[in-house]
């Protein structure tokens, strides 16, 4: 996980180890009147160590937002969730107000911030999360320093770069230190008695700034091999049936001119730059430091080294990398929400130059900024439905070989395995077209920190009039941010027909 230096980890740690309220005691929750029926409630105290906030008009910039996720729905990278059971939010105003005059709180609408060199300060709130079903809950949290964040929009509604992050963390101490955070499991034990059901004494700890931000980025050019693929506009669109030319780990430069790949640039195009800068998009780019994609290694096996281990599930030859790229099929009624039953993902490749210098890249853990990144496009889907375990998942691959007769997936066991190990349930390899639809991109870093095109940037609301390509109602249109894949039908239906998408991927 992307965190703080180790060495401001350290100096954060003991004050946080030291404020940490007591263990979590069970007690019983009434539900409030407006509540339809028994609900649980998870609630405690957050600690924050970290900058001193900023001030403007009098008032704190920011407020902690504390979040409750159901494990089945765990946010990227580590699960399929797109929003949080339920959200919390304590004004900056109310944690820091008991600093007093170490805030400065001039009314003069000049924003205040601390210098670089200021001494961390410590400061306490209680939170809450309600109403919640029975399940087991996973809390994450952390504070918006520059007062951005909006849980409505995809552009607005994660952390970004100076953002102090944390959560009700087992490991505090290694987490500060560097290490990938242990989220503590929480449960609310069903059925949910009449009373209702309460655990508090939840410790939250924020003390991990982000240095990065949101992996921000567009479709700069697609690398398209000569057959199963267009690109028309807004829209790259690949055959159900796709089939690679070649793929041979003794030809990796062949293999690479199979896959449809992404050229995805950090930020926007310049020709957007001024508009997606200033309200109401108001994205980071435009000024210093420019817009970068960050590469860095995956610890996939979470054994707190990076090695020959941390590879991606279909190769042993290639590690993984950030950004994850991940492909999710979007709704048939709303062109900004992922379909959720089932949910349907492509699995990008990310790629650090060409294939053959990812795969010998060695164990340095990289954290190299770049302009851009290289995404190649697999031809298999994962479909499974993400709270419903027992049900298992399907990797529709769309050949069992490539053109040359090389097999796809060589050790169809392992492969098996290692999926089951990563989504928590039994995954089956079948070989069949892939599920026709729009998908989205997404670009996701070690820190959950993402980034989706399309998003609301550059897709008009149904109230929004659209007079031109570039306007959505009162505000700038950018087209870059309205881009998707596309699966299409097949080049050849009679294959479809013979090896039709599996059941598990349909709607």
């Known amino acids: 996980m992307l965190g703080s230096k180790p060495r401001t980890g350290l100096l954060l740690l003991g004050a946080l180890l030291a404020a940490l309220p007591g263990c979590e005691d069970a007690d019983v929750f009434i539900p409030l009147p407006d509540q339809s029926g028994p609900a649980g409630v998870l609630d405690g105290t957050v600690t924050y160590s970290g900058p001193r906030p ?54 003069d609408g000049a924003l205040r911030c601390p210098a670089p060199d200021d001494p961390p300060v410590t400061v306490s709130a209680t939170w809450r999360l309600s109403p919640l079903p029975a399940g087991t809950y996973q809390v994450r949290a952390f504070y918006d320093h520059d007062g951005d964040f909006d849980p409505i929009f995809s552009i607005a509604n994660l952390p970004t770069r100076g953002d102090v992050a944390g959560g009700a963390i087992e490991n505090a101490a290694e987490a500060l230190g560097g290490a990938a955070p242990r989220y503590r499991e929480i449960a609310l034990a069903a059925p949910i008695p009449a009373t209702g059901a309460r655990v508090g004494g939840i410790a939250v700890t924020l003390g991990l700034p982000l240095p990065l ?9 697609v690398l398209a091999p000569p057959d199963g693929v267009e690109e028309g506009p807004g829209e790259v669109v690949m055959a159900s049936d796709f089939q690679l030319e070649t793929f041979s780990p003794t030809n990796p430069d062949g293999t690479e001119a199979s896959l449809l790949r992404l050229r995805l640039a950090a930020g926007v195009p310049e020709e957007e730059i001024a508009s997606a800068a200033k309200p109401p998009i108001s994205l980071p780019v435009g000024g210093e430091p420019a817009p970068t994609l960050t590469y860095a290694r995956q610890d996939v096996n979470g054994d707190g080294a990076i090695d020959g281990d941390d590879h991606v599930p279909d190769s042993a030859l290639l590690p993984a990398l950030f950004p994850i790229a991940v492909f999710a099929k979007q709704s048939a009624d709303d062109p900004l929400v992922s379909q959720a039953a089932p949910a349907v993902l492509l699995q990008g490749l990310t790629i650090y130059d060409d294939l053959l210098t990812t795969a010998t890249l060695g164990a340095e853990p990289l954290n190299e900024p770049r302009d851009s990144a290289l995404v190649g496009v697999r031809p298999a889907a994962l479909c499974m439905r993400p709270t419903e375990p027992e049900r298992g998942g399907v990797l529709v691959v769309s050949h069992a070989k ?88 097949p080049d050849d239906p009679a294959y479809c027909a013979e090896h039709p998408t599996p059941a598990l991927c349909l709607p």
């Open 54 to 107: 900023c001030t403007k008009d009098g008032r704190v910039v920011g407020a902690a937002i504390v979040l409750g996720f159901d494990t089945r729905l765990l946010p990227p990278p580590e699960g399929l969730g797109t929003s949080a059971a339920s959200l919390d939010v304590i004004p900056g105003d109310e944690l820091f107000g008991g600093l007093g005059a170490a805030l400065d709180l001039t009314n």
């Open 213 to 221: 931000e949101r992996p921000i980025f567009h479709v700069a050019e």
């Open 402 to 489: 490539d053109k040359e007769g090389n097999d796809i997936i060589a050790e169809q066991d392992r492969v098996e395995e290692a999926l089951a190990r990563q989504f928590g349930r039994p995954i089956e390899i079948v070989y069949g077209c892939l599920p026709e639809g729009r998908y989205a991109l997404n670009l996701i870093y070690g820190t959950g920190q993402a980034w989706t095109v399309p998003n609301e940037a550059g897709v008009c609301a149904p109230s929004e009039a659209a007079p031109s390509p570039d306007v959505c109602g009162a505000r700038p249109r950018l087209a870059s941010q309205d881009m998707v894949l596309r699966i299409g039908p």
